[in-house]
């Protein structure tokens, strides 16, 4: 990027900022987010630890999730906020670029539903779990994400558990 046009860039940023009312939106989105970390964590805590929220850059925010299992094959879960596409997903992630290809090896003839094809540079595998979710009744949209979440945690888990056998 050329320094002459990052000044017009920052001035659409700003511009933006005021006129769209993003920071408000963002915070939201990240305190939505926060909300179903605090229930998931309510609600597994005897089966998961949550680690804390990454906000991103206005791409990706998430929460890791894992237990001593997923620890020992230094995998984790997340609960992805895709800005971009405005979607909450499941991700499987590998603790570093090591891990993360042995396992896309092992899992690449698995098929999931709701599985997304063209998968960041950061995840395993990713799942799609509500493509257009309702803002407004935010009590059962938590509820919806949590239910998939953990729907999906556990067959990918014995998944796993069963090709590593």
Known sequence: MKN??????INDYQKTLIEKNLSYTYRYLIELLASIKSEFSKKYKDQYK??????????????SIYNEKLREKQLRFGIVLNHKKMRFELWLMGQNEEIKNKYIKLL????????????????IIEIALNEN????????????II?????????LENIIKNIEK
């Open 147 to 155: 239910k998939l979440s953990k729907n999906y945690i556990k067959n």
């Open 50 to 63: 949550t680690g804390y929220i990454s906000p991103g850059n206005l791409d990706y925010s998430y929460f």
């Open 4 to 9: 002459k046009e990052i000044n017009i860039l």
């Open 133 to 144: 979710p309702n803002f407004e009744n935010e009590k059962e949209l938590i509820e919806n």
């Open 108 to 123: 690449k003839d698995i098929k999931v539903e709701n599985q997304i094809k063209d998968i960041t540079k950061y995840s």
